[in-house]
């Protein structure tokens, strides 16, 4: 039996892992989540009874380390973040608390046993590029914003921690990936929910940024795939789709796939976060994934199918 742990399991990315973790009786699945920005209704199917869901806040020392000591685990997910663009601007601060969340997740990961940490990173670490793609190993990470220094240090935290104290760790360096359980206030679920209701869909500047997505099944596979295969031990993946769409064309795809009357507006751009290329090396994503990835088209498809944005 394997006992795992994810943080911020309410939240869209985690308790879609969690989803599929739970349907291998082999493992024991806690999830956890302070709600700040996770919903309940997100959590796994209740007919399956090897998980549990326990509300607590990992910048918490004894909170979390009640859980951790009690549980003994083997493998920790460490997913839980302030997220979104906007909120992460909104409330620099508030995203500067996770860095606490973090120490406490791997100080207690050494101390309580754990064969490996998963920690959820971020494509913004690397800012604004000025190499295509982005790869794990040569490209600068050269953001200033709170939210990507945050997941910076905390890859930093990884490998100190695997130096000091012999902790094994994968960092996952996530690209915009999508799916029925996200929020709204990310681009594509905002994009299709405007589009079924025909209503318009806003861009910020001509458009022209672009952004590679991910449907979430492609990312969930990838990752058990470091679990499963023992893959990338003490080492880095870029998780994300490597079709590199605009933010036009990815509105205008939405209208089509979709069947829209929707009418696309302009705005003018945001005065930070919006960074103008986003688009990884993904030769170790497709080594995990094995198997070619979900098209654009076809997830849009089944985010209209699961009928969450109608």
């Known amino acids: 039996m394997r006992k795992i742990l994810i943080t911020g399991g309410a939240g869209f990315i985690a308790s879609s892992l969690a989803d599929k973790l739970v349907q291998d009786a082999d493992n024991e699945v806690i999830l956890v989540d302070n709600l700040l920005t996770g919903d309940l209704s997100k959590l796994p199917s209740k007919s399956f009874k090897n998980w549990q869901f326990i509300k607590c806040n990992v910048n918490d020392y004894a909170d979390i380390a009640a859980i951790m000591l009690a549980y003994r685990f083997d493998y920790v997910f460490h997913y839980a973040a302030v997220v979104g663009v906007q909120r992460t601007l909104d409330h620099p601060l508030m995203v500067l608390e996770d860095i606490e969340g973090i120490k406490n997740i791997l100080k207690l990961s050494k101390n309580t ?35 990507a220094v945050v997941k910076n240090i905390g890859e930093a935290f990884c490998s100190s921690y695997k130096r000091e104290y012999d902790l094994n760790y994968t960092i996952f360096r996530f690209f915009n990936t999508y799916g029925p359980k996200q929020s709204t206030d990310f681009v594509m679920s905002s994009f299709l929910k405007a589009a079924l209701r025909n209503e318009e869909i806003t861009i910020y500047g001509d458009g022209s940024q672009t952004r590679t997505f991910c449907y979430i099944t492609d990312n969930i596979d990838a990752v058990l795939g470091t ?84």
């Open 113 to 147: 046993g754990v064969k490996r940490v998963f920690y959820s990173s971020s494509s913004e670490v690397y800012g604004e590029s000025i190499t295509y793609p982005q790869d794990e190993i040569s490209t600068p990470l050269n953001s200033r914003l709170p939210y």
């Open 227 to 310: 679990l499963y295969q023992e893959k990338y031990l003490n080492d880095i993946v870029n998780v994300g789709s490597e079709r590199e769409t605009s933010i036009l064309e990815l509105a205008q795809t939405i209208v089509k796939v979709s069947g829209s009357s929707s009418k696309i507006v302009h705005y003018p751009p945001r005065k930070e976060g919006d960074m103008r290329r986003r688009v990884p090396n993904a030769a170790r994503m497709k080594q995990l994934l094995n198997r070619p990835y979900i098209t654009l088209e076809d997830g849009i498809q089944k985010l209209i199918d699961s009928g969450v944005f109608s």
